[in-house]
């Protein structure tokens, strides 16, 4: 079976939403958009407060080489474009506040319209227009990752749907949902490539996404392919060294080595967008764990209060210890369940409050964190160099390649907290390199 | 304070104002959570694993080994062992105590040291020996350096060596007669371990006689099935290579012990064993005598103080048994099994430079330089 070297196989923690149909969350009375909500420059506020939007209105355009239009998600008027704490990452940014007028009216831009005569340049223009970023969690921006430098050709296309974090179960829902409409975007992301050789990959617990994948994708001559479950097989690295055996060499992008991997949740989006016209102002996303009461695959707004989502699901079942943005690898955990739902937000995993204390001992020097690396790095010797200050040593002993997947404390069985060491130690390395 | 710092605490509270701004602009709702939920860096979830778990589990394996030293050498053996684990317990749980360390005496790393250290002891020695040895092992070795996790060679071994050179004569005659096999010919009185008797027959052979042909003769040659089960002399925990593998397959199988070291271990003493000249003894005396088997499951394996990659402890594990055999052909002591995971041990921190995990997507200069 396809797989890398490394890697952890945590408890899958499906079972709770992978039988349950996509929902469609009501619309929020008012939402939160970021103007930063992918990998790049912020997109710069085209709308100012008391302005009328539709659902799908521009509200940010792109504003930099890497960059992503935001749009919208529900109509109504524009409450404030406030200056709000980012809900990752803490920093301050412009967020525009929607009030929803309750009838999501359209956008009159978007219809449907025959996209089989635009040009290249007019499709990447169009995806950079509709705000299109990774779905998967990064949040890049695809029309960029899709348009890669002619001294790069790509041979192969690979289309992510591993979804090897536990507990989410989105991608699943939409492959087995949706297969036709992802095909119909994968086919417009390999024709705009240029690439004959496009691979599904799924891992082997979702056999029936298999199916419904193979089946729909068997006319259009994509391949889906069977790989083991086991985390992270979805890091775009891993994923190409399991499906094609490349490494994209330290440093380096995956079109260094011929390939542009894309989420199956965005080849629906870049479908979307280009047949409707349809910016990205929604996603399906799975809000569950322990502390959930109903968890659930959502469709939602992108802007919704997480708090909304959690109501729709019964509630808090217990006392919330962990509320985390994406998976429990490497999902961020946030304080409040006021923070909206991000276009990269995969999941919303509630966990109770036993499960957030880790007793942390001295390292034992076990070699887990080394066996389960699949970068290749030595954690653990990495963060005594960082306890120790020296971090110009752990960025020759290749901090920066750490993709933080999470692998090695959750190994570890000292229950070190190693990736908040080396997150630490990588902004301390940047904020150096930035003085220099 | 500094401008900087204003600036920062400035910030701070603006960050605060915002936030409570940022709900109380939210429409309300049902649920009033008024605390905040912990916010922590990634991963969420972790391994069942822990420390404590890991090194509870290698005491369990090797309690059958203790069994088999209770049977064999009688009850005085349990006491030795009772005594050295409450005093490697204790005399670590005060060391902590006096360095002001965090006092940790369940995580069940001193009871592995003080069953260690009793396991290589001859089964004759006084009582107080043990209670010295196991504190010599915890205080000086362990804690000295920093407690579990940063002594650099075993504390079972350290302290066994220490014992050897401190009393060598009760460390290396007071032998016991295993329960029903009272040794015959050469040294029938103290029932000294069958390396021992290799020794000292090699040195009484006639020249040119082979002295495994001598032992044979004299009828003291252990079998195979004696040296197997453990019904030969030796110290207390090492005879029984069967009640000691019953341990460490367990361990291996849930991937506590890398099966690599000790294979790598016993393998180089097998292949050196056969081409090595002045060795006449078969390969599996050699591994089933003496300390092998404890010493190339139980403590070549120690986490603490052995490589850290895969790699390194295959190194290792060929480089105990290098040693081994050396010492046991060629060296004047007639055990080398604990001697040459010391060596390795300080060894430890070369190799695991040496053998750095090969970097995903490296460069092949990149790799060369490294």
């Known amino acids: 079976m396809l797989t890398f070297r490394g890697g952890v196989h945590p408890r899958e923690s499906k079972e709770a939403t992978e039988h349950k149909p996509v929902e469609v969350l009501p619309l929020p009375a008012r939402v939160f958009i970021p103007l930063s909500q992918h990998t790049g420059a912020p997109s710069s506020p085209v709308i100012k407060k008391g302005d009328p939007v539709k659902t799908g209105t521009l509200i940010g355009e792109p504003a930099g080489r890497i960059s992503a239009a935001t749009h919208a998600s529900v109509s109504g008027t524009v409450a404030d474009v406030a200056d709000l704490p980012h809900p990752l990452t803490g920093r301050r940014g412009p967020t525009v506040i929607v009030d929803s007028d309750g009838t999501d009216t359209p956008d009159g831009a978007i219809k449907e319209r025959d996209y089989s005569r635009f040009t290249n340049e007019q499709i990447v223009e169009a995806l950079r227009l509709s705000g299109v970023v990774g779905l998967g969690g990064a949040a890049f921006p695809t029309y960029f990752k899709l348009a890669p430098p002619k001294e790069k050709p790509i041979d192969t296309l690979l289309i992510n749907g591993c979804e090897c974090e536990p507990f989410l179960t989105a991608d699943h829902r939409l492959m087995l949902e949706q297969p036709a409409e992802i095909v119909e975007g994968v086919a417009i992301m390999s024709r705009l490539l240029g690439v004959k050789n496009v691979l599904i990959a799924i891992e082997d617990n979702k056999p029936d996404a298999v199916k419904t994948m193979s089946s729909a994708a068997a006319s259009s001559g994509f391949k889906a392919r069977k790989l083991k479950t086991r985390y992270p097989q979805g890091a775009e690295k891993q994923l190409i060294k399991a499906c094609v055996r490349r490494e994209v060499p330290s440093g380096g992008l995956p079109m260094d080595v011929g390939c542009v991997v894309q989420n199956v949740g965005t080849a629906l989006a870049v479908r979307d967008a280009l047949r409707f016209n349809r910016p990205l102002y929604e996603r399906v996303t799975t809000v569950t764990g322990p502390a959930v009461k109903e968890p659930k695959n959502l469709r939602v707004r992108v802007g919704t209060p997480v708090k909304n989502l959690i109501e729709f699901c019964g509630g808090y079942s217990a006392e919330v210890g962990k509320l985390i943005m994406g998976g429990p690898m490497m999902g961020i955990a946030v304080s409040t369940d006021e923070v909206p739902v991000l276009k990269g937000t995969s999941g919303v995993l509630v966990l109770d409050r036993a499960a957030t204390v880790f007793k942390e001992h001295d390292c034992i020097r076990c070699g887990r964190c080394i066996e389960a690396c699949p970068m290749g790095l030595a954690p653990q010797c990495l963060n005594n160099l960082i306890r120790r200050g020296k971090l110009e040593q752990a960025r020759a002993e290749h901090l920066k390649d750490c993709i933080e997947c999470g692998c090695c404390a959750y190994a570890c069985p000292a229950k070190i907290r190693l990736v908040h060491h080396f997150k630490y130690a990588k902004s301390e390395l940047a904020a150096m390199e930035r003085k220099q | ?370």
């Open chain 2, 1 to 370: 304070m500094s401008e900087n710092e204003k600036a920062k605490a400035e910030a701070k509270v603006k960050t605060q104002i915002s936030i409570s701004a940022h709900s109380s602009s939210t429409p309300t709702s049902a649920s009033t959570s008024t605390s905040l939920f912990v916010v922590a860096a990634s991963p969420h979830v972790r391994s069942r694993a822990t420390v404590n778990r890991i090194m509870w589990l290698v005491v369990i394996a090797l309690l059958p080994a203790l069994g088999g030293s209770v049977y064999f050498f009688g009850l005085k053996s349990l006491l030795l062992v009772a005594l050295c684990v409450v005093s490697a317990m204790l005399s670590d749980a005060l060391a902590q105590k006096a360095f002001g360390r965090k006092m940790t005496p369940l995580d069940g790393s001193a009871v592995i040291t003080g069953l260690l250290l009793a396991y290589n002891l001859p089964p004759g020695v006084p009582l107080w020996m043990p209670v010295v040895g196991a504190a010599f092992a915890t205080v000086v070795v362990k804690q000295f350096f920093g407690g579990l996790g940063h002594n650099f060679v075993n504390p079972a071994l350290a302290a066994r060596a220490f014992m050897m050179v401190s009393w060598p004569t009760q460390m290396t005659s007071l032998w016991v007669a295993p329960r029903g096999n009272p040794l015959s010919g050469l040294d029938a009185v103290t029932g000294a371990t069958p390396l021992a008797l290799v020794r000292r027959a090699s040195e009484v052979a006639p020249a040119g006689m082979d002295p495994a042909e001598l032992l044979r003769q004299a009828n003291s040659l252990p079998l195979l099935k004696d040296l197997f089960f453990g019904n030969v002399g030796g110290c207390l925990g090492e005879t029984s290579a069967m009640l000691l593998l019953i341990g460490a397959l367990f361990l291996i199988a849930i991937r506590v012990v890398d099966w690599r070291i000790p294979a790598a271990f016993i393998g180089t003493v097998i292949v050196l064993a056969l081409v090595l000249p002045g060795s006449q003894l078969r390969p599996w005396f050699h591994v089933f005598s003496g300390g092998t088997i404890l010493g190339a499951f139980f403590m070549a394996t120690d986490y603490v103080t052995v490589p850290i990659t895969t790699r390194g402890r295959v190194i290792f594990g060929i480089g105990c048994g290098i040693i081994t055999m050396l010492i046991r052909l060629y060296g004047g002591y007639p055990e080398g099994c604990s001697y040459s995971i010391l060596l390795m041990n300080v060894a430890t921190p070369l190799i695991d430079r040496l053998t750095r995990p090969r970097l995903f997507g490296a460069l092949p200069r990149a790799r060369k330089a490294a």
